[in-house]
Protein backbone atom coordinates (compact mmCIF):
# COMPACT_ATOMS: atom_id res chain seq x y z
CA UNK A 1 0.00 0.00 0.00
CA UNK A 2 1.27 3.48 -0.67
CA UNK A 3 1.16 6.57 2.07
CA UNK A 4 -0.57 8.60 -0.89
CA UNK A 5 -2.07 6.98 -3.45
CA UNK A 6 -1.54 10.32 -5.75
CA UNK A 7 1.71 10.33 -5.47
CA UNK A 8 4.81 9.76 -8.03
CA UNK A 9 7.43 7.36 -7.30
CA UNK A 10 10.68 7.29 -8.65
CA UNK A 11 13.83 4.29 -8.08
CA UNK A 12 16.68 3.62 -9.02
CA UNK A 13 18.55 0.98 -9.83
CA UNK A 14 21.69 -0.57 -10.78
CA UNK A 15 20.73 -0.91 -14.44
CA UNK A 16 18.04 1.95 -15.05
CA UNK A 17 15.69 3.33 -13.06
CA UNK A 18 11.65 3.12 -12.81
CA UNK A 19 8.68 5.29 -12.00
CA UNK A 20 5.14 5.21 -11.88
CA UNK A 21 2.31 8.00 -12.22
CA UNK A 22 -0.99 7.78 -11.02
CA UNK A 23 -3.83 8.50 -13.23
CA UNK A 24 -6.57 7.85 -11.78
CA UNK A 25 -7.49 6.69 -7.62
CA UNK A 26 -6.56 2.69 -9.29
CA UNK A 27 -5.03 3.13 -12.35
CA UNK A 28 -0.98 3.64 -12.89
CA UNK A 29 1.08 4.07 -15.69
CA UNK A 30 4.73 2.66 -14.78
CA UNK A 31 8.12 2.86 -16.74
CA UNK A 32 11.54 1.28 -16.46
CA UNK A 33 13.90 3.36 -18.12
CA UNK A 34 17.06 1.15 -19.64
CA UNK A 35 19.97 2.07 -21.93
CA UNK A 36 19.33 -0.11 -25.26
CA UNK A 37 22.99 -0.53 -25.56
CA UNK A 38 23.00 -2.25 -22.53
CA UNK A 39 19.12 -3.75 -22.00
CA UNK A 40 18.38 -5.63 -25.48
CA UNK A 41 14.74 -3.58 -26.42
CA UNK A 42 13.62 -2.03 -29.16
CA UNK A 43 10.25 -0.67 -30.34
CA UNK A 44 9.79 -3.18 -33.16
CA UNK A 45 9.97 -6.08 -30.34
CA UNK A 46 6.85 -8.35 -30.24
CA UNK A 47 4.92 -8.05 -27.66
CA UNK A 48 5.80 -10.82 -25.60
CA UNK A 49 9.43 -10.49 -25.81
CA UNK A 50 9.24 -6.35 -24.71
CA UNK A 51 6.88 -7.89 -21.61
CA UNK A 52 9.29 -10.11 -20.33
CA UNK A 53 12.12 -7.28 -21.01
CA UNK A 54 9.55 -4.91 -18.48
CA UNK A 55 8.85 -7.61 -16.14
CA UNK A 56 12.66 -8.13 -15.81
CA UNK A 57 13.35 -4.72 -15.16
CA UNK A 58 10.87 -3.67 -12.49
CA UNK A 59 11.82 -7.11 -10.75
CA UNK A 60 14.97 -5.47 -10.14
CA UNK A 61 13.78 -3.17 -8.44
CA UNK A 62 13.19 -2.61 -4.47
CA UNK A 63 9.55 -0.73 -3.99
CA UNK A 64 8.02 -0.32 -7.56
CA UNK A 65 8.19 -3.91 -8.67
CA UNK A 66 6.71 -5.34 -5.41
CA UNK A 67 3.66 -2.62 -5.97
CA UNK A 68 2.75 -3.91 -9.07
CA UNK A 69 3.64 -7.48 -9.44
CA UNK A 70 0.74 -9.39 -10.66
CA UNK A 71 0.57 -12.15 -7.73
CA UNK A 72 -0.23 -9.38 -5.99
CA UNK A 73 -4.63 -9.37 -6.02
CA UNK A 74 -4.68 -5.26 -5.90
CA UNK A 75 -2.24 -5.45 -9.63
CA UNK A 76 -3.50 -6.30 -12.56
CA UNK A 77 -1.56 -5.05 -16.00
CA UNK A 78 -3.84 -3.49 -18.16
CA UNK A 79 -1.95 -3.26 -21.71
CA UNK A 80 0.66 -4.68 -22.96
CA UNK A 81 4.20 -3.07 -22.43
CA UNK A 82 5.61 -1.20 -25.39
CA UNK A 83 8.80 0.64 -25.76
CA UNK A 84 9.85 5.16 -26.63
CA UNK A 85 12.53 6.45 -27.61
CA UNK A 86 13.84 9.01 -24.57
CA UNK A 87 17.90 10.03 -26.21
CA UNK A 88 18.64 13.04 -24.92
CA UNK A 89 19.13 15.93 -27.77
CA UNK A 90 19.54 19.69 -28.31
CA UNK A 91 19.96 21.80 -31.20
CA UNK A 92 23.03 23.65 -33.30
CA UNK A 93 20.89 27.32 -32.73
CA UNK A 94 17.61 27.50 -31.18
CA UNK A 95 16.42 30.95 -32.63
CA UNK A 96 16.82 32.60 -36.31
CA UNK A 97 15.11 34.95 -37.77
CA UNK A 98 11.68 34.08 -38.24
CA UNK A 99 12.12 30.65 -35.53
CA UNK A 100 12.00 29.60 -32.66
CA UNK A 101 12.47 26.06 -31.23
CA UNK A 102 10.10 26.47 -27.95
CA UNK A 103 10.36 23.48 -25.09
CA UNK A 104 10.49 20.00 -26.64
CA UNK A 105 11.73 21.05 -29.59
CA UNK A 106 14.64 22.67 -28.57
CA UNK A 107 16.08 20.44 -26.60
CA UNK A 108 15.38 17.33 -24.27
CA UNK A 109 18.09 16.06 -21.93
CA UNK A 110 16.65 13.64 -19.50
CA UNK A 111 13.19 13.57 -17.44
CA UNK A 112 15.47 13.07 -14.44
CA UNK A 113 16.67 16.41 -15.00
CA UNK A 114 13.53 18.98 -14.54
CA UNK A 115 10.21 19.04 -14.12
CA UNK A 116 9.28 19.19 -18.41
CA UNK A 117 6.38 21.02 -17.90
CA UNK A 118 8.32 23.60 -16.12
CA UNK A 119 11.09 23.80 -18.76
CA UNK A 120 8.59 24.11 -21.51
CA UNK A 121 6.72 26.70 -19.70
CA UNK A 122 9.76 29.00 -19.28
CA UNK A 123 10.65 28.51 -22.78
CA UNK A 124 7.46 28.97 -24.07
CA UNK A 125 7.22 32.49 -21.55
CA UNK A 126 10.28 33.73 -23.35
CA UNK A 127 9.92 33.12 -26.63
CA UNK A 128 6.07 35.02 -26.14
CA UNK A 129 8.56 37.81 -24.92
CA UNK A 130 11.06 37.42 -28.05
CA UNK A 131 8.09 37.47 -30.23
CA UNK A 132 6.51 40.65 -29.13
CA UNK A 133 9.90 42.63 -29.17
CA UNK A 134 9.91 41.69 -32.42
CA UNK A 135 6.67 42.65 -33.32
CA UNK A 136 6.57 46.26 -31.78
CA UNK A 137 10.66 46.95 -32.00
CA UNK A 138 12.43 45.94 -35.62
CA UNK A 139 15.41 47.22 -34.28
CA UNK A 140 15.67 45.04 -31.04
CA UNK A 141 14.92 41.75 -32.87
CA UNK A 142 18.68 40.61 -33.22
CA UNK A 143 19.10 41.27 -29.63
CA UNK A 144 15.92 39.21 -29.07
CA UNK A 145 17.00 36.69 -30.73
CA UNK A 146 20.40 36.28 -29.15
CA UNK A 147 18.77 36.39 -25.62
CA UNK A 148 16.46 33.32 -26.45
CA UNK A 149 19.03 31.57 -28.42
CA UNK A 150 21.70 32.24 -25.21
CA UNK A 151 19.18 31.27 -22.25
CA UNK A 152 17.65 28.08 -24.05
CA UNK A 153 21.40 26.73 -24.27
CA UNK A 154 22.03 28.30 -20.88
CA UNK A 155 19.33 25.93 -19.69
CA UNK A 156 20.07 22.66 -21.81
CA UNK A 157 23.69 22.91 -20.29
CA UNK A 158 22.46 23.93 -16.49
CA UNK A 159 19.82 20.83 -16.47
CA UNK A 160 22.50 18.69 -18.85
CA UNK A 161 25.07 19.44 -15.27
CA UNK A 162 22.22 18.72 -12.78
CA UNK A 163 21.37 14.82 -14.20
CA UNK A 164 25.19 14.40 -14.53
CA UNK A 165 25.60 15.45 -10.75
CA UNK A 166 22.37 13.53 -9.56
CA UNK A 167 23.39 10.40 -12.01
CA UNK A 168 26.58 10.51 -9.57
CA UNK A 169 24.96 10.74 -6.43
CA UNK A 170 22.63 7.92 -7.48
CA UNK A 171 25.44 5.66 -8.67
CA UNK A 172 27.98 6.66 -5.44
CA UNK A 173 31.18 4.45 -5.07
CA UNK A 174 29.48 1.33 -7.03
CA UNK A 175 28.45 3.17 -10.50
CA UNK A 176 27.14 0.41 -13.16
CA UNK A 177 27.82 0.90 -16.69
CA UNK A 178 24.06 2.60 -16.63
CA UNK A 179 25.11 5.46 -14.40
CA UNK A 180 28.31 5.62 -15.49
CA UNK A 181 27.40 6.92 -19.03
CA UNK A 182 24.93 9.52 -17.36
CA UNK A 183 27.36 10.71 -14.96
CA UNK A 184 29.44 11.59 -17.95
CA UNK A 185 27.01 13.68 -19.92
CA UNK A 186 28.38 16.83 -18.06
CA UNK A 187 27.49 19.74 -20.03
CA UNK A 188 29.86 22.80 -20.68
CA UNK A 189 30.49 26.22 -18.68
CA UNK A 190 27.68 28.22 -19.62
CA UNK A 191 29.12 31.35 -18.55
CA UNK A 192 25.71 32.11 -16.31
CA UNK A 193 27.01 32.94 -12.60
CA UNK A 194 25.91 29.64 -10.15
CA UNK A 195 24.54 30.89 -7.17
CA UNK A 196 25.37 27.29 -5.36
CA UNK A 197 28.67 27.07 -6.56
CA UNK A 198 29.31 30.81 -5.68
CA UNK A 199 28.08 30.54 -1.72
CA UNK A 200 30.68 27.66 -1.28
CA UNK A 201 33.35 29.94 -3.41
CA UNK A 202 36.76 30.30 -1.35
CA UNK A 203 37.20 33.86 -2.58
CA UNK A 204 33.65 34.62 -2.20
CA UNK A 205 33.27 33.78 1.45
CA UNK A 206 36.65 35.03 1.69
CA UNK A 207 35.58 38.95 0.75
CA UNK A 208 32.56 38.26 3.25
CA UNK A 209 34.73 37.87 6.11
CA UNK A 210 37.31 40.67 5.31
CA UNK A 211 34.03 42.52 4.69
CA UNK A 212 32.37 41.98 8.29
CA UNK A 213 35.84 42.49 10.07
CA UNK A 214 36.74 45.83 8.81
CA UNK A 215 35.00 49.48 10.46
CA UNK A 216 34.76 50.57 7.51
CA UNK A 217 35.43 50.02 3.79
CA UNK A 218 36.79 51.40 0.95
CA UNK A 219 34.66 50.20 -2.59
CA UNK A 220 36.46 50.87 -5.93
CA UNK A 221 35.72 49.47 -9.43
CA UNK A 222 38.66 47.03 -10.21
CA UNK A 223 40.83 47.41 -13.24
CA UNK A 224 39.86 45.24 -14.90
CA UNK A 225 36.09 45.86 -14.62
CA UNK A 226 34.49 46.13 -18.56
CA UNK A 227 31.12 47.37 -19.08
CA UNK A 228 28.77 46.46 -22.37
CA UNK A 229 25.20 46.23 -22.71
CA UNK A 230 23.32 43.04 -23.51
CA UNK A 231 19.59 42.13 -24.32
CA UNK A 232 17.39 41.22 -21.26
CA UNK A 233 14.13 41.18 -20.28
CA UNK A 234 11.72 43.76 -18.61
CA UNK A 235 8.48 43.14 -18.50
CA UNK A 236 6.94 41.92 -21.99
CA UNK A 237 10.13 43.57 -23.60
CA UNK A 238 13.78 42.74 -24.50
CA UNK A 239 15.99 45.80 -23.40
CA UNK A 240 19.28 46.41 -23.78
CA UNK A 241 21.18 47.46 -20.20
CA UNK A 242 24.70 47.76 -18.70
CA UNK A 243 26.22 44.38 -17.53
CA UNK A 244 29.65 43.57 -15.60
CA UNK A 245 32.29 41.89 -17.46
CA UNK A 246 35.54 40.46 -15.58
CA UNK A 247 37.40 36.94 -16.21
CA UNK A 248 35.43 35.20 -13.25
CA UNK A 249 31.83 36.55 -15.58
CA UNK A 250 33.02 36.52 -19.30
CA UNK A 251 29.56 36.33 -20.29
CA UNK A 252 28.43 39.33 -18.34
CA UNK A 253 26.32 39.70 -14.95
CA UNK A 254 23.74 42.21 -14.10
CA UNK A 255 22.00 40.51 -11.56
CA UNK A 256 22.30 37.90 -8.89
CA UNK A 257 18.85 36.66 -7.20
CA UNK A 258 17.23 39.81 -8.21
CA UNK A 259 20.08 42.06 -6.34
CA UNK A 260 20.96 45.14 -9.47
CA UNK A 261 24.79 44.32 -9.42
CA UNK A 262 25.32 47.82 -11.85
CA UNK A 263 23.90 50.06 -8.96
CA UNK A 264 26.02 48.41 -6.23
CA UNK A 265 29.07 49.00 -8.62
CA UNK A 266 28.11 52.62 -9.09
CA UNK A 267 27.08 53.45 -5.13
CA UNK A 268 29.66 51.73 -3.38
CA UNK A 269 32.67 54.59 -3.98
CA UNK A 270 30.38 57.04 -2.17
CA UNK A 271 30.07 54.99 1.16
CA UNK A 272 32.63 53.44 3.38
CA UNK A 273 30.03 51.93 5.89
CA UNK A 274 28.15 48.58 4.42
CA UNK A 275 24.55 49.64 6.35
CA UNK A 276 24.55 53.37 4.25
CA UNK A 277 25.69 51.48 1.43
CA UNK A 278 22.46 48.76 1.89
CA UNK A 279 20.09 51.41 2.63
CA UNK A 280 21.19 53.84 -0.88
CA UNK A 281 21.09 50.66 -2.96
CA UNK A 282 17.16 50.34 -1.13
CA UNK A 283 16.25 53.71 -2.42
CA UNK A 284 17.70 53.25 -5.46
CA UNK A 285 16.32 49.78 -6.66
CA UNK A 286 13.44 47.47 -5.37
CA UNK A 287 14.61 46.18 -2.13
CA UNK A 288 16.50 43.42 -1.72
CA UNK A 289 16.73 41.17 1.53
CA UNK A 290 19.92 41.98 3.58
CA UNK A 291 21.64 38.40 3.17
CA UNK A 292 21.41 38.71 -0.83
CA UNK A 293 22.96 42.19 -0.83
CA UNK A 294 25.42 40.83 1.45
CA UNK A 295 26.01 37.84 -0.83
CA UNK A 296 25.70 39.60 -3.97
CA UNK A 297 28.76 42.29 -2.41
CA UNK A 298 30.77 39.63 -1.46
CA UNK A 299 30.37 38.27 -5.00
CA UNK A 300 31.49 41.74 -6.39
CA UNK A 301 34.55 41.96 -4.14
CA UNK A 302 35.33 37.98 -4.46
CA UNK A 303 35.35 37.74 -8.27
CA UNK A 304 37.29 41.16 -8.56
CA UNK A 305 34.46 42.98 -9.60
CA UNK A 306 35.03 46.00 -6.76
CA UNK A 307 38.31 46.05 -5.25
CA UNK A 308 38.81 46.90 -1.56
CA UNK A 309 41.21 49.99 -0.81
Same mark, same amino acid.
Given at each position: ?????????????????????????????????????????????????????????????????????? %? @??? *???? #??? =?? /??? &??? !????????????????????????????????????????????????????????????????????????????? %? @??? *???? #??? =?? /??? &??? !????????????????????????????????????????????????????????????????????????????????????????????????????????????????????????????
Amino acid at each position: MLDDETHTLVESYPGGWAWSVPVSRSRRYVTAMVDPSLTSVRRSDAADSLATVYHAELAKTQRIGPLVRT %S @RPS *ARLT #AAP =FA /RDA &SSY !DATRFAEAGILLVGDAASFVDPLSSYGIKKALSSAWLASVVVHTALVDEAMQSAALELYDARERAMCDALRRRFAEL %S @RDV *AGDA #ATA =FW /RAR &SAA !DGGDDGEPDVSALRRDPAVLAAFEEIRRRESVGLRPSGTLQRSDRPTVRGDRVELEEHLFVPAFRDGVRYLRSVDLVKIVALAPMYDQVPDLYAAYNRAAPPAPLPDFLGALSVLVGKGVLDLA
